[in-house]
């Protein structure tokens, strides 16, 4: 008996099953066929000798007449009511077509249509005839509120939906919601109270640990004049030396390290982790072939002694400070200035904001103050360490920053690093010196006027005075031809200086190609890097060993391209310039090449954000508007700079920016030093820098019958099916110049085809195939 029950039940299931499939279906034919109806298909309500375009064929096109015509727009909600039925079905297992259906059903069909008919919509005849009679009796109001109700009654009894769940399900999700909200806010405040005690347990610590040290008192009651500053070089660390203008008032003590705050220290060079040599590693470098023993540096003399220091009188540097303070006052930005720095150029005001001032409202007044204090412009910015706010204020007499003060500080001297760079002074006087090996590459920008050319020549000169003709070799690029020619036929140049954009654009390719020669010569060599490889030189010369060619073994020098306008190269050749200097700058740190770009127009399109990107080192000079400003250097300011030499640096490994006043060295220094150097050596150019492949066939004529490689790169190409100059560079350890004519021999020998898009490569032809075959059977012959 139980199993005869059983097995009802299932009969039953399965045929609810087919029902509700069966709806389904019905609904995706209904729907179609509404989808897809066409006035013009023959059907029971209009005559047409036209064929039947209706996706449903020709029931489709008569069941949508007469449901459109019937019930209008409320037809396409028929087949949503026979799915949401079979979905039910399959859900309850039970398939109950009861009366209670079938009323809401007809009630939905009308209520549904009167509405579409009141509101001008199309409800075709049970919809006119509907609302025709609901207006008569109710009005147009009570029409929509009754077939409103009648609508809202009608799909629960369809689909047996209860609103009481509905609304019982939407407070059940509230109240998970509201709970998890609590549990959020409970969390929150737990944290903020522990991070509240840990910061109460670090200042207790530290109030603790400062009661055992010698207390220095930064605060100062507001009748008490701020201190005065001078030149931080001058003065020892533990100096207490700045005194207060009024004897008789209280002595307060400032700290004078200004400088060490914003400066790092000069780092010495990279420790070299000494690796064992292979015995088949290649013989020295042949590039340098001058020996410089007994070159003699360019001396000091030659650059101009800096006058003495100038200073402003303590009476004006407090008016100043008087006047920043009541001007602030003016627009509710209250505080004192408590500390006065004089630097050579500006002076910063040290200002104390009293608690609620915001920072940005500060900042915001620098306009107003240059108005008050007639200064041509001021720059307003935190100072690291401190809860001070910085006013930078132009001198009224303006100090210039000589290059020899700098080369002859103690910073300068101690530098190991041959690429050091004397910068200038920081804003509180400091000498600023840096390492062009730590950066690795330089990125410069300036307006006309702004001091960049000076700030290049300080540069080079910096490392004239610093390295050898066989230490560091110079690319020079001046396609203005006015800054960079005093330099010529100095044994530092690798090339002569280079006027065209386009042989700028074959230097950087060939500086990539040397980039990759120099790190399969390191890796022979089992070094890391360009200062690992000379210290492996010099162990082995003191050892007296010899290269391959019995001969002393060579320096591998670092090489310095610099490149006088950006803008220019890439308008010639934008693309392929770009990615040159992107390769130089992610991977010729260690074989010793470093980049130094200098643009007048730091737009978007020249510093494009794939060079930006590997330049983290950057000068910015005075620009033209904060769009610059922030291109160079990601924020404004630069646009505040007073110019001739003022500039903003953006040090390596830092986000803080360094305010510098640039060194000056004047064009007759620069030539002086020059001619001294000339009189040391020639220069030894390297003229397949800026060859181009048609001079270069031309000089060497490129063919199988005068390279020594050809029949080799054949073979290269033939092996791998495809050919490409990189390929040929690579498998080869040629330049790009000599791969690039290689190769358009093997073109017009007709053993390579066109460049094939697709490959990124040129299709190897089969006449190479059976070139490459005659060549060996012949060598074998020999």
Not at 409 to 414: I, L, N, T
Not at 473 to 491: C, N, S, T
Not at 551 to 566: A, F, G, S, T, W
């Amino acid at each position: 008996m139980a199993t005869k029950i059983e097995r009802r039940k299932k009969h039953t299931s399965y045929s609810d099953e087919v029902v509700a499939i069966t709806l389904i279906a019905i609904a995706l034919l209904i729907l179609l066929s509404l989808i897809s109806y066409n006035e013009t298909d023959p059907s029971v309500i209009t005559s047409s000798n036209e064929p039947v375009k209706n996706l449903v064929g020709v029931v489709g096109s008569n069941l949508s007449a007469i449901l459109l015509s019937a019930i209008g727009w409320t037809a396409y909600a028929l087949p949503l009511l026979f799915i949401t039925l079979s979905f039910q079905i399959f859900r309850f297992k039970s398939a109950c077509f009861d009366a209670s259906k079938i009323t809401g059903f007809l009630l939905f069909i009308l209520s549904s249509s009167g509405l579409v008919s009141i509101f001008g919509g199309y409800g075709a005849i049970t919809g006119s005839i509907t609302s025709k009679i609901l207006l008569y009796l109710v009005g147009k109001v009570g029409a929509i509120i009754l077939l409103s109700f009648i609508l809202i009654i009608s799909v629960p009894l369809i689909t047996s939906f209860s609103l009481s769940y509905f609304i019982d399900g939407i407070k059940i999700s509230l109240r998970v919601i509201l709970k998890k909200a609590q549990a959020i806010l409970r969390n929150y405040q737990d944290w903020r109270r522990e991070r509240r005690q840990k910061a109460i347990e670090r200042r207790n610590l530290r109030l603790r640990s400062e009661e055992n040290k010698p207390k220095i008192s930064i605060e100062q009651d507001k009748d008490v004049e701020p201190s005065i500053i001078r030149n931080s070089n001058e003065l020892p660390r533990d100096s207490n030396a700045f005194s207060n203008i009024k004897p008789n008032q209280e002595e307060i003590s400032i700290s004078n390290d200004l400088s060490d705050e914003f400066i790092d220290d000069i780092e010495p060079q990279a420790e070299i982790i000494s690796y064992p040599l292979k015995d088949t590693a290649h013989g020295g470098e042949p590039e340098v072939r001058q020996n410089f023993e007994n070159y003699e540096f360019p001396p000091l003399d030659f650059l101009t002694s800096p006058p003495p220091h100038l200073e402003q009188r303590d009476e004006e540097l407090l008016a100043i400070a008087e006047q920043i303070m009541s001007k602030t006052k003016e627009f509710n930005v209250t505080g004192r200035v408590v500390n006065i720095c004089q630097g050579p150029v500006v002076t910063t005001y040290e200002f104390k904001p009293d608690p609620g001032v915001k920072y940005s409202k500060i900042v915001s007044l620098a306009d107003d103050l240059c108005l008050a204090l007639k200064a041509d412009s001021i720059r307003i910015d935190r100072i690291p360490g401190k809860a001070y706010v910085g006013i930078e204020v132009p001198n009224a007499r303006r100090e210039t920053i000589f290059l020899r003060e700098i080369i002859e500080s103690r910073k300068f001297r101690d530098s190991d690093s041959l690429l050091t760079i004397a910068l200038g002074k920081t804003i509180d006087g400091s000498n600023y010196v840096t390492d062009l090996a730590k950066m690795p590459h330089l990125l410069i920008a300036g307006a006309t006027g702004s001091g960049k050319s000076v700030g290049v020549n300080a540069l080079i000169v910096s490392i004239l005075y610093k390295a050898k003709p066989n230490e560091v070799k110079f690319i020079m690029v001046d396609p203005k031809r006015l800054e960079l020619g005093v330099y010529a036929d100095i044994p530092h140049l690798a090339t002569p200086i280079i006027t065209d954009p386009k042989r700028a654009a074959i230097s950087l390719k060939w500086a990539v190609s040397e980039m990759e020669r120099r790190y399969k010569y390191l890796a022979g060599w089992g070094v890391r890097n360009i200062d690992g490889y000379n210290s492996e030189i010099e162990k082995r010369n003191a050892e007296g060993k010899l290269d391959e060619d019995g001969k002393p073994y060579k320096r591998m020098p670092y090489i310095v391209i610099i490149i006088d306008e950006l803008a220019d190269l890439m308008m010639v050749a934008g693309k392929e310039v770009e990615e040159s200097i992107t390769r130089l700058a992610q991977m010729a740190r260690a074989v010793g090449i470093h980049l130094v770009l200098a643009t007048q127009r730091p737009s978007v399109d020249v510093i494009t954000g794939l060079i930006k990107a590997n330049f983290p080192s950057r000068i910015s000079f005075r620009v033209s508007s904060k769009v610059d400003s922030r291109t160079i250097i990601d924020t404004n300011g630069a646009e505040r700079l007073l110019g001739k030499g003022d500039m903003l640096f953006l040090p390596p490994g830092s986000s803080q920016i360094i305010r510098i006043h640039g060194a000056f060295v004047d064009e007759k220094e620069i030539f002086k030093i020059v001619e001294h150097i000339k009189t040391q050596g020639k220069p030894e150019y390297d003229e397949t820098i800026t060859k181009t492949v048609d001079e270069m066939e031309k000089d060497e004529d490129f063919s199988e019958n005068t390279d020594p490689l050809f029949w080799e790169a054949l073979k290269v190409i033939v092996n791998a099916k495809r050919a490409s100059t990189s390929l040929l560079q690579r498998h080869l350890r040629i330049g790009y110049g000599r791969a690039a004519a290689i190769l358009d021999a093997m073109v017009r020998a007709g053993y390579v085809g066109e460049m094939d898009n697709s490959l990124r490569a040129r299709p190897v032809l089969q006449a190479a195939f059976e070139a490459l075959a005659d060549f060996e059977q012949k060598q074998e012959q020999i």
